[in-house]
């Protein structure tokens, strides 16, 4: 559902970055904004948490890249307010921050705030918005969050101090202007339209008071309020003697006037009572006969002044960096539990010290009386229940928890194939075809007078796809309750470890089926001439022999000699000692026909066991991936390695980690690689 409200303009509190400061330029670069969420307060209705999205698309740059002012603390009404402006074409939005250059006058009254500026003393900056489009919604058991899709920072301010991040903003000389309200659901909103300012007359009420025979009366009922209560003028005297003389239609206008000043005298009190002003005020007006329209006129402008008196502004205090207190805190707890994990892997950072002795319960109390709920007299199982679901930061601390883990994990895994295998991205899980092209063809003489031939390149073409697979972690309230760590450290970590030997799995896997190419015969054949024909054992002849015969291939064309030298010695881990005893000769022996050639000793020596079980005599040559095309590798691009996702569980009473992997792996070509079955 959409509704369209008038609002004014907004204010945030940023950050100035001293060490970008610029004495010649006199430009310093300034965190205009995060996109924290703030709590706003609306004048007749609940409060709601407002977020602005940092999204590019979202954000309206246009006026700050056109040389927006830079004013002293919002002052819109004189020349001498302007201090400065954003270098045009400066502002940009990077990292989920908000970023831009401003550049200072050179008049001689900004000279000491630049002055303060240099020195330290000014770091606040604060800036002015208008929102055209919110995006409503509301979490379970919380406040309305109104999210801007779409909105236009159009001035920077320099600012002695940051306001309260509670604080709701306050009334503005900056014009109202339209901004659409996209509630998520089709349901309306309990309050019905929502609105900053005065709502529309109800017109069936004007028209029932247009009726009335009395001048007086109709005048008087013609003011009608935005709740549906007219506002009325002094009533005259004859109307308020209810006697027995009067004509019945006297009586019915003189009963309406009198139900038309309680509801005016109601309002009155209503509002001051709810925007907390002393009641004396509200009974002058009432004394007086103020009708509901001035009255509710002059009631803001009473709230105003009352808010000028403590000038505050409704924006959050960034410090230096970009990042609020929230996120400060959420990864210094994380920081405390993965030191507890690992103290060796993870050092103890020194916002994390005050959390490093707190138990799970400990911590996840702490965090639901951060986020406005009382933990006083729930049980440890309430509490872990609430924690797990409610709007606090804490499943996001065992997410990220888990999170770093199993990626801690993961890249920690031996991975014996990256050397001789090349990495790329797939764009989609579509088939991604290698198109192995042909060796130029050889040139040919041409006689005096004699035509150029034409040639043309061979091709072969291979063919794989990425697939994805997955599994979901839960962290369960007993977690909590039964304060273990190891369930979202050690499990996730092994989680870690099980894709990275799934990677190894199905990159080796091509090297112990043998799986058929494109032209139909297997990786490693005769025809291929990368087989041995006659097993060997591993020694200097045998690699010799082999090395010779990687030299000779061919190209498609069966005639180009490629010379492929090879760079890599495989072997199965019944191997391993032999390949690296042979590759470390390095003295003379007595026969000069056991002397390994230095070439050969060049050679990089990787051991893999899962050639043990296909068998623990073969060994194998691979050329480096820089030269030739061997086995290529892909992860889903944006998705390199192992991928992580969290949610609030359903089936289980917890948080659901799924772990995801979108990895394929295919021989592109046999030339880079030699098998010899051993002996």
Not at 259 to 280: C, N, P, Q, T, Y
Not at 428 to 447: I, N, S, T, Y
Not at 474 to 479: E, Y
Request: one cysteine or more; aromatic letters at 6%; glycine letters at 6%.
């Amino acid at each position: 559902m959409e509704t369209t409200i008038e609002l004014p303009a907004l204010r945030r509190a940023g950050e100035l970055a001293p060490h970008t400061i610029d004495p010649a330029a006199r430009t310093v670069e300034v965190v205009w904004s995060t996109g924290a969420r703030v709590l706003r307060q609306r004048w007749f209705d609940a409060p709601y948490d407002e977020e602005l999205s940092l999204d590019p698309a979202h954000v309206r740059l246009e006026r700050l890249n056109a040389g927006a002012p830079f004013l002293k603390v919002h002052e819109t009404d004189s020349l001498d307010a302007i201090i400065g402006s954003v270098v045009p074409g400066s502002a940009r939005i990077e990292q989920g921050r908000g970023l831009a250059l401003i550049r200072f006058s050179e008049r001689a009254e900004v000279e000491p705030i630049w002055r303060d500026i240099e020195a330290g003393h000014i770091r606040a900056v604060s800036i002015g918005y208008q929102v055209h489009r919110y995006q409503v919604s509301r979490p379970e058991n919380g406040r309305e969050l109104w999210r801007a899709i779409d909105w236009t920072p159009f001035e920077i301010s320099a600012v002695p101090v940051g306001a309260d991040p509670q604080a709701g903003f306050r009334s503005s000389p900056v014009p109202h202007s339209p901004c659409v309200l996209v509630r998520r659901d089709a349901r309306p909103s309990p309050e019905g339209e929502l609105t900053m300012h005065d709502p529309v007359p109800d017109p069936s009420a004007a028209d029932a008071a247009a009726s009335a025979p009395c001048e007086e009366t109709r005048a008087a009922a013609s003011a009608v309020a935005s709740d549906g209560a007219p506002a009325v003028a002094p009533i005259p005297t004859p109307l308020r003697e209810a006697d027995a003389g009067l004509p019945s239609d006297a009586e019915a206008i003189a009963r309406r006037a009198r139900e038309e000043e309680r509801a005016r005298v109601a309002a009155i009190h209503d509002l001051a009572s709810r925007l907390r002003l002393e009641r004396g005020f509200a009974e002058d007006l009432v004394r007086r006969g103020t009708p509901l329209e001035e009255a509710r006129q002059l009631i803001l402008d009473e709230l105003a002044a009352k808010a000028e008196e403590t000038r505050s502004f409704p924006h959050v205090a960034i410090p230096l960096g970009g990042r609020d207190e929230r996120v400060t805190r959420r990864e210094a707890v994380t920081n405390a539990l993965l030191h507890r994990y690992s103290p060796g892997l993870f050092p103890l950072e020194d916002a994390a010290r005050s959390y490093r002795g707190m138990t799970l319960m400990e911590l996840a109390r702490e965090s639901l009386e951060l986020a406005g709920t009382s933990t006083r007299g729930l049980s440890r199982d309430e509490v872990a229940t609430r924690a797990l679901h409610a709007t606090s930061d804490f499943p996001e601390i065992l997410a990220a928890v888990t999170n770093r883990t199993l990626r801690q994990a993961y890249e920690a895994a031996p991975r014996t194939f990256t050397a001789f295998c090349r990495q790329v991205l797939a764009t989609d899980f579509k088939a991604m075809h290698r198109v192995q092209l042909g060796e130029a063809p050889q040139l040919l003489e041409v006689a005096e007078s004699g035509e150029f031939k034409r040639g043309t390149l061979g091709e072969s073409k291979e063919s794989y796809r990425v697939k994805t697979y997955g599994r979901v972690v839960a962290i369960t309230r007993q977690v909590l309750i039964n304060d273990d760590l190891d369930a979202f450290t050690r499990i996730p970590a092994m989680y870690g470890n099980a894709i990275a030997q799934l990677e190894s799995d199905v990159v080796w896997s091509i090297i112990t089926s043998n799986p058929a190419m494109a032209d139909g015969q297997a990786l490693f054949h005769a025809s291929h001439r990368n087989l041995a024909a006659t097993g060997t054992a591993l020694d200097v002849t045998s690699l010799g022999a082999a090395r010779a015969a990687m030299a000779r291939q061919t190209g498609l064309d069966k005639k180009t000699v490629l010379n492929i030298r090879p760079a890599f010695l495989i072997v199965p881990a019944a191997l391993e000692l032999k390949a690296e005893q042979l590759l470390a000769q390095n003295l003379v022996p007595a026969s000069s026909g056991n002397v390994v050639p230095a070439s050969i000793r060049t050679l990089v020596p990787i051991a893999e066991p899962r050639l043990d079980a296909a068998s623990e005599t073969a060994w194998y040559l691979a050329a480096s991936p820089a030269q030739i095309d061997t086995i290529e590798y892909a992860y889903l691009e944006g998705q390199q390695g192992a991928y992580i996702e969290t949610r609030n569980g359903f089936d289980v009473d917890g948080v659901e980690i799924k772990c995801r992997l979108d990895f394929g792996a295919k021989a592109i070509d046999w030339r880079g690689l030699y098998r010899n079955p051993g002996a």
